[in-house]
Every structure is written in structure tokens, then in C-alpha cells.
């Protein structure tokens, strides 16, 4: 069980206001806050123990050093990989999606090859395969969605063949908060000789992830969705395919032996982490990932299923509401929604007022947006920290907007 009132008083900036009203953060899935103690570890590092990483032999750097590898540790915990050199630290998704394309698969892919996605893409796991495809001769193939809105699979099942070389699929919408079938889609994945790539930026942060159980070969996600810093994330993969992937930045510390004209690297990780790393970075998301262990990933995710059907009904009681993928069977803590006749981004300045803080607009999923028929969305997003009482106080600001725009009232 997760005490929320303990919890929430964990957050600096849940005890704010918004436009002079308490604030309520529903934008997770944008970005999570941030604990204390991920604050207080970023905190402790430049004020105790900043120094840069292998370089130096005294003694902070040498701490520091092993605080950052005892978080590259963490993270294979954290997801159950085979070892720690199978995590890789990054910018975040966007950086190991491109990574994985242009340092694996550029070399792999080739003319009448596909490449499986999905409709629910973010542009992060959409465009890098555009790229690859235009470059490759590859085409790439969509997996629709069914009339409730989760991954169509009997269509999956068409789709992935003996021209499949690779399937890169989000594990939750960031739209729709659909969640897909990762293990049916990497056994379909298998069977034809094909790889998968999983954007986990929405999973990680809200589900208990297991690489092996669910057998993906790569997979990629961020810290600052799930309460750490903003420009660290992860790229995993299995060592087999590591050691076939080229590094994409040079320079520094990822460098074995260098000559004039020529350079050997390091072993994997290092060898793909290129100059000085966001070590602050590392350090918070060492400590976000601590604090979420100690609450426990299956305890956050059994409250935020509770929390986000207690949220569907209080929103479905509202007239002239189109929730997007309302009957979808498996859901993560994302819900998105209109108000017949208010434009999305009208509908967000007026809640903003009122102290709401959610997104509008198309969401970085240009394509779903046009799959859905409709040009923007208003999306709320939860995680562990928010509470009924939050989304009584949405259900109350979306009533006020809505008389706003009907009558000019608030």
C-alpha cells in the first residue's frame, strides 16, 4: 500500500501553488517531479563531490566513479538484465532510439526489408526509422489499433512476417495510455528472425519491467519520467547485439588507445559513452530509482490502475466529454479526452487558471492524432503522488471551464 499524504510530502513543488491556487500536476507523462532526495543527491555531488569520472586517482573522483557504476548496477537490477555492461547511459529515449538505428540497424537493414510500428508512436520511436527506411530501401509497416483501441494483434500477426527485420514498438502510449503485448510481440518478432525495439519511456517509470521474462533485445527510456533528472536515460541491450553495434560520438574516455590516424575503444558500456557523462544525472536517477524501489514498483502500479478507473468515471460523468480509447482492455495512468465545441489548448489556458497543470495538443504523436480524426487532445497523466482528491479537482475545473466557454463564467 502507498501512503499518498507521505508520499506527496516528499515533493518541494506539490506544496506550490499554480495562478495562486494549489497546484495539481497531471502532466507525468511530460515529465515526473522530482523527491527530496533525488534533489539532495544532486545536491550532495556538486557541493561534497563534484569531480569528473576514470580520469582522476584522488579521492572524490574515485568516489564519484563508483557511485556512477553502482547506478549503471541499479538500472540492470532494475530491469533484470543479464549484467551491467548491458546498460548503456544516454541524453534519454530519443538519444538511444537513434543510437540503436544508426549504431545497429543501419548496417542490418537493407532494400525489401520492413520495419513494424505501431499508430501509436511517439515521434521519438517514429521518426529514427523514417530515417533509417529512407536511407535503407526499407519500408515500413503499421500495426493498427482495434475498435477499443489496444494494438490490434490479429493484425500484428499478419504484418510480422519473413520480411520483418526489426519491430520498434512503444510499450505504453503516451496518448492513449494503451498498453501493448511486448512478449506476444517479441515471441511474433522471434519466429520470423526479426529484433525488437522497445520504447519503455511510459512503462519503466509505472510497470515492473523484466527484459529477459519479456525477451527484448533493445530497449530504451528516460529518468526524467520516472523522478530523476532531465537529460539521463538508458539504452539496454542484450550483449549479443552490443557487440555488433558501432558507437556513435567519439572523443574521450570511450577510447582505449589512440595514434594519429587510428583508435582502438573501450569494452561495452564504455566505449559508447563518449566525454564527460551527466554525472549529476546518473547520481539523481541512482536515487529516483531507490526511492521507487523502496516503495515498490508492483505498489505503483496497483494504485495508479485504481487511481486512473476511479478517474475514468468521474470524467465519463461529464457532458459532452470524447475520452480516446476509453474501452481499451489494457490501460496504463494516461487518459485523453475533449470537450465538444473547446478547442484543446483553449481548454488548458482556462484550467491553468484555475491551477491544473495538463497538456494539449497533438502529444509528439502527429500521426495517431490524425489516425483518431481530431488535431489536438487534452491529456492528464498520473503517477503515484497524485490522489483522488486531485482528480475531484480536475472534475470540478473542467465543469468551471466548460460553463466558462458556454457562459461566459468562472
Same mark, same amino acid.
Given at each position: ?29 511530460? !515529465? ?17 563531490? %563534484?569531480? %569528473? ?10 568516489? $564519484? $566513479? ?13 530491469? %533484470? ?8 547511459? !544516454? +541524453?534519454? $529515449? ?26 501509436? @508512436? ?21 500495426? =493498427? ?24 514498438? $512503444? ?6 495510455? *494503451? ?17 525488437? *525495439? ?6 519503466? &517509470? ?22 530523476? =533528472?532531465? /537529460? ?26 589512440? /595514434?594519429? !590516424? ?23 536517477? /541512482? ?18 490502475? @485504481? ?59 502527429? &500521426? ?11 491529456? *492528464? ?13 480536475? *472534475? !470540478?475545473?473542467?465543469? +468551471? ?5 458556454? %457562459?461566459?463564467?468562472?
Amino acid at each position: 500500500m502507498i501512503d499518498v499524504d507521505t508520499v506527496k510530502s516528499d515533493f518541494p513543488i506539490l506544496q506550490t501553488t499554480m495562478n495562486e491556487e494549489p497546484l495539481v500536476y497531471l502532466d507525468n507523462a511530460a !515529465t515526473t517531479q522530482k523527491p527530496q532526495v533525488v534533489l539532495e543527491a544532486i545536491n550532495q555531488y556538486y557541493m561534497q563531490e %563534484n569531480a %569528473n569520472i576514470y580520469r582522476g586517482i584522488y579521492q572524490i573522483a574515485e568516489k $564519484t $566513479t563508483e557511485k556512477f557504476e553502482t547506478v549503471r548496477k541499479q538500472v540492470s537490477t532494475f530491469v %533484470n538484465s543479464a549484467s551491467e555492461r548491458e546498460i548503456i547511459f !544516454t +541524453k534519454g $529515449t530519443t538519444q538511444a532510439l537513434n543510437w540503436i538505428a544508426q549504431g545497429y540497424f543501419l548496417d542490418k537493414i537493407h532494400p525489401g526489408d520492413e520495419i513494424v510500428l505501431s499508430y501509436l @508512436e511517439h515521434h521519438s520511436n517514429l521518426i529514427p526509422w523514417q530515417q533509417l527506411a529512407q536511407k535503407t530501401g526499407a519500408t515500413l509497416k503499421f500495426i =493498427p489499433l482495434n475498435e477499443d483501441g489496444d494494438l490490434d494483434l490479429m493484425a500484428a500477426k499478419e504484418i510480422i512476417n519473413s520480411q520483418t527485420a526489426l519491430v520498434a514498438i $512503444t510499450h505504453v502510449s503516451n496518448v492513449l495510455g *494503451v498498453v501493448t503485448p511486448i512478449a506476444e510481440l517479441s515471441r511474433l518478432a522471434h519466429e520470423n528472425n526479426a529484433l525488437i *525495439v522497445v520504447d519503455g519511456a511510459q512503462s519503466v &517509470p509505472h510497470h515492473q519491467l523484466d527484459v529477459r521474462k519479456l525477451d527484448i533485445d533493445f530497449l530504451a527510456f528516460s529518468g526524467h519520467k520516472m523522478l530523476a =533528472p532531465t /537529460g539521463i536515460g538508458v539504452l539496454y541491450g542484450k550483449m549479443e547485439y552490443l557487440k555488433e553495434m558501432r558507437p556513435i560520438e567519439f572523443g574521450g574516455e570511450m577510447i582505449s588507445k589512440v /595514434g594519429l !590516424t587510428e583508435a582502438t575503444f573501450k569494452p561495452i558500456p564504455w566505449c559508447f559513452e563518449a566525454g564527460t557523462q551527466h554525472i549529476a544525472g546518473v547520481i539523481g536517477l /541512482g536515487a529516483a530509482l531507490t526511492y521507487l524501489t523502496n516503495i515498490g514498483m508492483d505498489n505503483i502500479e496497483t494504485y495508479e490502475q @485504481e487511481l486512473t478507473s476511479y478517474a475514468l468515471e468521474k470524467l465519463s460523468s461529464i457532458s459532452g466529454i470524447e475520452i480516446y480509447g476509453e474501452k481499451a482492455k489494457h490501460k496504463s495512468s494516461i487518459i485523453s479526452f475533449n470537450l465538444t465545441g473547446i478547442h484543446a489548448h483553449d481548454a488548458a489556458t482556462v484550467l491553468d487558471l484555475q491551477g491544473i497543470a495538463l497538456r494539449a495538443g497533438h502529444h509528439c504523436a502527429q &500521426p495517431l492524432m490524425k489516425y483518431l480524426q481530431i488535431q489536438a487532445s487534452l491529456r *492528464v497523466s498520473f503517477y503515484f503522488y497524485n490522489t483522488k482528491q486531485d482528480v475531484d479537482r480536475l *472534475v !470540478t475545473a473542467l465543469l +468551471k471551464t466548460k460553463e466558462y466557454f458556454e %457562459n461566459g463564467i468562472i
